[in-house]
């Protein structure tokens, strides 16, 4: 058998978990705007996403963890940009940069919606404070080669974690004004993040009343 012959098959492969993965959200997404979160089952999912419940085990523990994969793909591949930058930018420069680049209105527009439904259901509300913890421990990880050879532990530490609190900073001053019910716009995420992120960068360095 060819090389190339026996790396097509493995290709089709990942390509139809990655088309069933996305199937199971996209349904449970449906079924958790037309009856709330947590008012369905995951048989209802199965269905929905035309597979079976072990099937829909094999790829979520939760219904939860298939509703919220886009943030976590989201933090995944903001994390990746952030690794593309030159390695001598400073880094709030790098994490501005990736934060203020291309991303889509819808993306975001997703990212509002899954926040606000946590806001709605304890639950879901665990599983996006478990993806954002979980998102520091990559972020630590990415910063340690970004930052001077000197740095201690409590720099990275500090930095990643300073980081991950804008943006649920950010999402949190979103919602707070939002109409109840509704999801934050993803035009005032954006700004609330971008926001966030220059006064992480100046040191919340603000000019003293007299």
């Known amino acids: 058998m060819s090389t190339e012959s026996a790396v097509q098959p493995e290709g089709r492969r990942e390509k139809n978990k990655v088309a069933t993965r996305a ?41 939860e963890a298939a509703v919220t994969l886009p943030v976590e793909e989201f933090l995944e591949e903001s994390f990746a940009r952030l690794d593309e930058r030159p390695g001598d930018e400073p880094i709030m420069d790098a994490v501005l940069a990736t934060f203020g680049g291309d991303i889509s209105q819808d993306r975001l527009a997703l990212l509002c919606e899954i926040y606000q439904m946590g806001a709605d259901d304890a639950q879901l509300e665990r599983m996006q404070l478990q993806i954002w913890s979980q998102a520091k421990q990559s972020l630590e990880d990415g910063l340690r080669p970004r930052l001077p050879e000197n740095s201690g532990e409590l720099m990275v530490t500090a930095l990643a974690g300073s980081l991950i609190a804008c943006a649920q900073a950010a999402m949190r001053m979103a919602a707070n004004q939002t109409p109840d019910g509704e999801a934050p716009p993803p035009s005032a995420f954006r700004q609330q993040l971008l926001e966030s992120l220059d006064l992480l960068r100046s040191g919340f360095n603000t000019n003293h009343k007299d």
Not at 29 to 46: C, M
């Open 23 to 63: 199937a199971i959200t996209a349904a449970a997404l449906r079924l958790a705007r037309e009856q709330g979160p947590g008012g369905f089952t995951v048989d209802q999912v199965a269905a929905e996403a035309g597979v079976s419940r072990r099937t829909f085990f094999n790829y979520f523990p939760s219904i």
